[in-house]
């Protein structure tokens, strides 16, 4: 095989290969220094598998891994039948992950942004904060150190919330954090060592792959149908290599917007089961469906950890999320909670509990499932035509582009004129190919600046590529 056109990406790998260490680490530790310092310049296309693994005497698999490791840092992407390309350095902190907040241009309509409808939880925070200022004695408590876990009062609130998503937890297999990133990165600190392999649906929350690269864990994604995660898929890639766990989100999939049913979910359980592959299941949008169906932990509950929070249905700044573990995992997560924080911030857990427990928090996630309804009502008109799928208490749709356009090239057209949507590429994970997909969401601007930006994103789809929406 011809290598010439490659001949700086084989001459710095081949350097590498004589570390000692294993070889898809040096290999990729050596493309990784040349992508920063240079020599491997922003859009170059980095040699083919099998080409890299014959000029390198090793196997396809070690390149892989190597590209794969690169990737995960953000110095890369791979094109489905393309091949893999060096980023510019402008893309490469952007790639998979979202903002904080918007970045507050003037006249900026944000349809990126699945969040709580802001409403009457501003007024009750104050309220809850002023009845807090007049209890010395629960303020002494909260102002000193607490249990890794959470009070025992916030544990059983976690498991009231938890049990909304269809999973039974009494509180001492609860373990309260701040909000459902952290949840997720305690889970993955306590049961993932560094190169382990952690799969999910090939389209899959940001978060994760902020999580994963951050703690050295390998990241692959998998096939997907309108329901979720294809158990099929989760059984040949447990045969092809060693699972160690499967992040999945059975109820209201960000972002296609898909909710596994009892067969799905008892299947994948099962495969799980099998494998002897954890399941972290993430719900955090679940308490916005009624009613629920079962928890996976359901089908293997010796094996599943459950992600809820406050965030999506009562207020997104409370970061409060709650972790329902089986009972011998529930001391390792406390454990990477008092490594990243030593405990859950004990003020907003108990106002968050205080809700909970008092009925707040259900009636604030009723006001937003009508509220989404509500607002859906209004852009629906602006759907006519489009393939868009969404579903009840779900507060964005998935919409397939008509050809010929392509999401990257009309999130980018959008933004442009004032309209922030997210893509499909902005959610993948893994090589399979990506959809012409985009989320919009309808929770972010007001009634007003709602309807105008989904008649911009219509128009834009009716008019076609290459047009200006002045």
Known sequence: MRVNKYIDA??????????????Y????????????????????????????????????????????????QGLVTSRVGDGTYVLPPGERTQ???????????????????????????????????????GDRRVLTQLGSYLPDTGLRRHREAGAQWIGLSGRNAVAEQIVVTNGAQHALLCTMMATLRK??????????????????????VRLDGLAMDAQGLLPEALEEACLRQRVHALYCTPTLHNPTTGT??????????????????????????????????????????????????????????????????????????????????WMATPL??????????????????THQRVEISRR???????????EARTDEGCYHYWITLPEPWRASELAAELEAHGVVVKSAESFAVGRIGVPQCIRTSVSGPGDDALIEGFQRLAGALAEGPCRTLD
């Open 25 to 72: 680490r040096v290999i990729g530790e050596a493309l990784a220094q040349a992508v920063l310092d240079g020599r491997l310049r922003a859009d170059a296309k980095l040699p083919p598998l099998r080409v890299l693994a014959d000029a390198l005497s090793v196997t396809v698999g070690t390149v892989g891994r190597a590209y794969a490791e690169i990737e995960r």
């Open 376 to 386: 859906k009502a209004l852009v629906e008109p602006t759907l006519t035509g489009l």
């Open 260 to 341: 596994m049913d009892l067969a799905r979910r008892q299947a994948i359980a099962e495969v799980c089961q099998r494998h002897n592959v954890l399941i972290i299941e993430d719900d955090a949008h679940g308490v916005l469906v009624a009613p629920h169906l079962p928890s996976l932990a359901q089908f293997a509950p010796s094996r599943t950890v459950t992600i809820g929070s406050l965030t999506k249905a009562v207020s997104a700044g409370l970061r409060v999320g709650f972790i329902a573990a089986p009972d011998h995992l529930v001391g390792r997560i406390a454990s990477a909670v008092r490594t990243t924080c």
């Open 10 to 23: 084989v001459t710095i790998a081949r350097s590498a290969v004589s570390d000692g260490r294993p070889r």
């Open 195 to 216: 190169d382990e392999l952690i799969v999910a649906e090939h389209l899959t929350y940001p978060g994760l792959v902020a999580a994963a690269r951050g703690l050295g």
């Open 95 to 133: 790639k998979n992950e979202f903002d904080n907040a918007p970045d507050g241009k003037p006249g900026l309509i944000d349809l990126s942004r699945n969040m709580h409808i802001p409403g009457e939880e501003s007024a009750l925070l104050g309220e809850a904060l002023l009845r807090l200022g």
């Open 348 to 365: 907003t857990a108990e106002i968050g509990a205080g809700w909970i427990l008092d009925g707040t928090a259900a009636r604030l996630c």
